[in-house]
């Protein structure tokens, strides 16, 4: 068993969280971004899908979706950069037992919205949204969302039938997008009664040439947004790159002059509405960068074009595949982009992806980077 390393954190320190397919990493540096402390392994041959820093009402909360190929997924939390993490004595997140359904894997954790202070969310397989009011404490499924006549039909994408991304509305408390795969991309406006499928003009590249834009069904792989402007939606699909303005009750293609529109990470500059970052695999049979290189790319125009950003990232022979949450930025200026690899490999930009370095390059395979600063 390799000796688990802890990391201290202070005041202005960035943390980058990296969940792997054998366990979890907590990396600190200070506000330069130049040297990296690495905490762990957490949980030493566990997959960590999901990981969060819940630093609301004076916590400074690390919590981890650990998964058990025995007893399914469970979120554990630290409040002390993980030195000491819960044990739960039972899994919280967990399906009532009228519905016949069990948690297979929790792939997502996220904040309610900015005026619901203790409200965290999860997001898990089979495609379920469950809510905690008291700061993970207990969780309550959202009936909504699993009662919705849609289910029956959302069918497994590659990685299971996923809920994994959940993206509140700062403004509008009411309002909450949350994508599933595959199903597509489903919206609330009254706190989550009752759900509407949002894909009007997204391609299901799958599906038979006369049925490709349907209601519902799309393999969306992640979506994203800013806070100051909510209502602009960026979605890497399963196949296809688009825009919304509207909060999704339309979308528009703007794959504009990349390698390949299939892909799976996706993250927005938190300086920057206008910048948006992905990075494209070859395909969905290769799901590996384009031309073996490894580049970044980065439009400043809401998708009206994209440049390759590339400097400092291995250009031959990189072989390198990265999932949808395994891209994540800081919200220092200039901004802190990191992305993780499923071949161990760390990199990450102090400048919003203008150059680009190795943090590490040794880990197990990389699923989730996930970035906060400590207050």
Not at 271 to 287: C, M, Q
Request: aromatic share 10%; charged share 20%.
């Amino acid at each position: 068993m390799p000796e688990t390393k802890h990391v201290n954190a202070s005041s202005g320190d960035v943390l980058l969280l990296v969940g792997t397919m054998k366990g979890a990493f907590i990396l600190r540096s200070n506000n330069a971004r130049e040297d990296w402390d690495v905490g762990g392994p957490y949980f030493p041959g566990r997959a960590i899908y999901a990981m969060h820093y819940d630093d609301r009402q004076k916590r400074k909360r690390l919590w981890a979706a650990v998964n058990s190929s025995y007893w399914g997924s469970y979120l554990s939390s630290s409040d002390d950069y993980g030195k000491t993490w819960t044990e739960p004595e039972t899994y919280g997140v967990k399906f009532p037992d009228d519905t016949d359904s069990s948690v297979k894997q929790i792939w997502q954790i996220a904040q309610g919205h900015p005026e619901e202070q203790d409200t965290l969310y999860c997001g898990v397989e089979p495609a379920a949204l469950f809510k905690s009011n008291d700061a993970g404490a207990s969780w309550a499924l959202v009936k909504g969302l699993y009662d919705h006549p849609h289910r029956a039909q959302w069918m497994p994408g590659g990685g299971g039938l996923c809920l994994h991304t959940i993206l509140p509305d700062p403004s509008n408390p009411k309002r909450l997008f949350v994508a599933i795969s595959t199903g597509g991309v489903y919206r609330t406006d009254d706190g989550g009664e009752n759900w509407q499928p949002r894909n009007q003009g997204v391609r299901a590249q799958f599906l038979p040439p006369d049925q490709r834009y349907p209601e519902w069904g799309q393999c969306v792989h992640k979506i994203v947004s800013h806070p100051s402007n909510p209502s602009r939606i960026f979605l890497q699909n399963h196949w296809g790159l688009y825009r919304s303005d509207d909060a999704g009750d339309s979308w528009n293609d703007v794959a504009n002059g990349v390698p390949s529109d299939f892909g799976f990470a996706m993250e927005v500059d938190p300086n920057d509405a206008n910048n948006v970052y992905i990075i494209p695999l070859e395909s969905d049979e290769f799901r590996c960068t384009p031309e073996a290189k490894m580049r970044v790319y980065r439009t400043r125009d809401d998708g009206q074009s994209w440049e390759a950003l590339t400097n400092g990232l291995p250009q031959e022979n990189a072989l390198e595949t990265v999932l949808r949450d395994g891209m994540s930025a800081d919200n220092l200026k200039p901004t802190g982009i990191y992305f993780g690899t499923r071949n161990g490999k760390l990199f990450g930009s102090r400048n919003g992806g203008d150059t680009w370095n190795a943090i590490l390059e040794s880990l197990p395979p990389v699923v989730c980077v996930k970035t906060a600063v400590v207050q």
